[in-house]
């Protein structure tokens, strides 16, 4: 089993930064592509950044050229730098994960989910 645990959301006035974590454990052989997700109330959930073990990124057009998505591989840990970030880009943002771990009857791969950590950006 894979835990992913999200941190850094907050209040943040217009044009102003975030920097969110996800940090995942448990019993991990490896970890393929890691992305950021964010769901805003009334609206469906969309992907807003991912990157994959080898570090190649894809964003949503709406955060291109303010977020950057990057990883550190040793700590299993994702980081979305959020910058001039805008009233729209208020939701909840998930940290989604592709892990394989390490079981009794061999490798698996699955898909994870964090909870989730609250960006609300109001002046």
């Known amino acids: 089993q894979v835990r992913l645990v999200e941190s850094g959301g907050g209040l943040v006035q217009p044009g102003g930064s975030l920097r969110l974590s996800c940090a995942a454990s448990?019993?991990?052989?490896?970890?393929?592509?890691m992305g950021w997700y964010r769901q805003a109330p009334g609206k469906q959930r969309e992907l807003v950044a991912l990157i994959t073990s080898g570090g190649t990124t894809n964003y949503a057009g709406s955060v291109k050229g303010r977020f950057t998505i990057s990883r550190d591989n040793a700590k299993n840990t994702v980081y979305l730098q959020m910058n001039s970030l805008k009233p729209e880009d208020t939701a909840v943002y998930s940290c989604?994960?592709?892990?394989?771990?390490?079981?009794?009857?061999?490798?698996?791969?699955?898909?994870?989910w964090g909870r989730g950590t609250q960006v609300t950006v109001s002046s």
């Open positions: 989604n994960a592709d892990a394989k771990t390490r079981t009794t009857y061999g490798y698996l791969t699955n898909n994870y």
């Open positions: 448990g019993s991990i052989f490896s970890i393929n592509a």
